[in-house]
């Protein structure tokens, strides 16, 4: 429950009906927000979230609805809720689930099922919910009688937290109804320790002797609030900190340790140091195998260093890359005992600190100075499409801008204290270059399910959750076509967001392979857009078309005005030129062989 949260519970074993008890175990969970769309299966307990204390935000779309959960669960550290009608309502959110998995947020997604007795029959809106999310849930909680509804309601909450995932708490209809004695559970939270003694004793150990040491800051730093505690550690070693993959916001940019983001389109200077290193503290990362790969061309990954792991789920250990120490704890708690055992003794790495700075910062001017330079991207196809853009007009007059320019305008003009979501595709993972930020939980992207549709809703949630926080969402045309929708909820319910779409009429993350792999045969990569900035004033919105470098900036410190202070949503879209930046992955695909002669020219 939130410090601020201060509505009565039921205490004590009490008559009252299922849809009351559910209610109450929310209400002891601190649920003051929910996503989702109304529906008749659970309107007994729909009825009384008002007098709960409970808001139901009605989306457009279910699974904007769980992308909403779970953007608000990663902004305010509390669960992310998403409820919906059995069936179709439920199967929508298979996707925005997914990706609270994988950006292990603690959503709570109710599915109310099917009633018990025609269960089976073929009914209307029946299907068996819980196959659906079994890959992408922490725990699946199935109330079995009416009497037993907050007992599994209390546990899908408490699990969520302790295992820091999505968690299903599947309901049969019927179940709402009738007279129950029950107790509502208190919240059940894990206090974390720093890890095993031995464990601690080894990394320290090690450390002791390492000569070029390199932490990289993880999502599970940002979960832990451990962002001081990591500052602290590096601080003692004089290492550099790198972010993990999309996590930017696991440690301040304004830190002179910080070096930026590994993955794709990150650093080259995180990426040189990183290269160096004899001993890597990977703190609160799985380590996860697109986070790492070669990018800029360089296999950055030291091979001969000494990795410590540090993971509160001890499952993810040595998955990934292999590891001197595994430390299973609590990122804050562990780098805090790290530090304790470093601090008063003498280090290998002391003797090098002042020649490692200058070099930490020498790398990280360089890639500001490439940045600066690098205006457009120089690949053949780009350089085709830049020509070919400078040519012809959008449809609003201006001219096309080239994306990293765009980015770099944007990030010079982006608020203090903002909030960013990205959504996948190939201007918004070139943004990673880009992004930096001051403080944890700004950052939110659909980490490794990369799901197009995520950005928008995720950013709405996050603005419910932190109201006072500027709060802005990236989308490609294509990924924005699936999400624009969710402009009606932010209008309807006053939540005011700012949306940049890049419009540059394609599919551009797949075109890259198409270009890279398929002569430039172009399948349906292709998008003919209308003006997505006036689709948003018919829906009720502020949009704003840029066509001049020189308005990248003014629109966003525009709408960003529109959002804090009139309470406007607006949707700034971006003319960008066809060029692309490098793919995802360039061993994700192979050089096309055709056998029969009809296809013989397709290679």
Same mark, same amino acid.
């Given at each position: ?7 009565? /519970? ?19 969970? !601190?649920?003051?927000?929910?996503? #989702? ?71 709570? *997604?109710?599915?109310?099922?099917? #009633? ?48 820091? !995932? ?17 107790? *509502? ?28 040491? /390199? ?8 979960? =832990? ?58 703190? #609160? ?21 000494? *990795? ?17 120490? !595994?430390? +299973? @704890? ?14 008063? +003794? ?39 499409? *830049? ?65 197009? @549709? ?78 997505? =900035? ?5 829906? #009720?919105?502020? @949009? ?8 990248? @900036? ?50």
């Amino acid at each position: 429950m939130s410090e601020q949260d201060h509505r009565p /519970v039921v205490s004590g074993p009490q008559k009252m009906t299922p849809s009351e008890a559910f209610v109450e175990t929310m209400v002891a969970n !601190g649920v003051t927000d929910m996503f #989702g769309i109304m529906g008749s299966a659970f309107m007994d307990a729909m009825d009384i979230f008002a007098p709960a204390g409970i808001r139901l935000i009605p989306v457009v779309h279910e699974q904007g609805a769980g992308h909403m959960a779970d953007g608000f669960s990663r902004v305010s550290g509390r669960h992310g809720v998403v409820i919906g009608q059995n069936g179709p309502g439920i199967s929508n959110c298979v996707t925005a689930i997914g990706a609270a998995y994988w950006a292990h947020s603690p959503v709570v *997604i109710v599915t109310p099922e099917t #009633g018990t007795m025609t269960m089976g029959l073929g009914g209307f809106q029946e299907c068996k919910q819980l196959p659906m999310f079994q890959e992408f849930t922490k725990y699946q909680g199935h109330v079995t009688h009416p009497a037993r509804m907050a007992e599994y309601t209390g546990r899908c909450f408490d699990r969520a937290m302790s295992e820091m !995932g999505p968690t299903q708490l599947n309901i049969p209809r019927d179940y709402f109804y009738g007279e129950i004695t029950c107790e *509502i559970p208190k919240p059940a939270r894990l206090d974390r320790g720093a890890g095993g003694e031995a464990s601690l004793n080894e990394a320290a150990e090690l450390l002791a002797t390492a000569k070029f040491p /390199v932490i990289i800051s993880g999502g599970g730093v940002v979960m =832990a609030d451990a962002v001081e505690e990591c500052k602290a550690l590096a601080e003692r070693l004089g290492a550099p900190v790198v972010n993990s993959y999309l996590h930017n916001d696991s440690f301040p940019a304004s830190h002179p340790l910080w070096c930026g983001p590994l993955g794709y389109q990150g650093s080259k200077a995180a990426m040189k140091l990183m290269a160096q290193a004899d001993v890597v503290i990977a703190l #609160g990362s799985r380590l996860g195998p697109f986070g790492t790969l070669p990018q800029h061309g360089m296999d950055y990954w030291p091979k001969n260093a000494k *990795i410590i792991q540090i993971d509160a789920d001890n499952k993810m250990l040595g998955l990934v890359k292999k590891i001197s120490v !595994g430390i +299973c @704890g609590d990122a804050k708690a562990a780098a805090k005992a790290l530090t304790w055992r470093l601090t008063g +003794c003498t280090l290998e790495c002391d003797a090098t600190r002042e020649a490692r700075y200058a070099k930490v910062q020498a790398e990280k001017a360089a890639w500001e100075r490439e940045l600066d330079e690098w205006t457009h991207e120089r690949d053949p196809f780009s350089l085709d499409m *830049i020509e070919e853009n400078a040519k012809e007009k959008p449809f609003s007059g201006g001219e096309y801008l080239h994306p990293r320019q765009v980015l770099r305008e944007l990030e010079k003009a982006m608020p203090e204290d903002v909030m960013v979501s990205t959504d996948i595709g190939n201007i918004n993972s070139v943004a990673n270059s880009y992004l930096r930020f001051e403080k944890p939980r700004s950052f939110f992207a659909a980490m490794s399910f990369g799901n197009c @549709g995520y950005a928008f809703p995720t950013i709405i949630g996050a603005k419910v959750a932190a109201p006072h926080r500027p709060a802005v969402s990236y989308a490609g045309d294509g990924a924005w076509g699936m999400s624009l929708m969710e402009t009606m909820t932010c209008v309807r319910h006053n939540i005011p967001v700012t949306a940049v779409v890049f419009h540059n009429r394609q599919w551009g993350a797949e075109k890259k392979n198409q270009v890279d792999f398929y002569n430039r045969r172009f399948v349906a990569g292709e998008l003919d857009n209308q003006s997505f =900035a006036a689709i948003a004033r018919a829906m #009720g919105a502020e @949009g704003i078309t840029v066509d001049r470098l020189e308005d990248v @900036g003014p629109a966003l410190k525009r709408a960003i005005d529109l959002q804090m202070n009139e309470g406007k949503t607006c949707v700034i879209e971006i003319m960008c030129t066809r060029e692309l930046g490098d793919p995802f992955r360039r061993d994700a695909l192979a050089k096309p062989v055709r056998l029969l002669d009809k296809y013989k020219d397709y290679v």
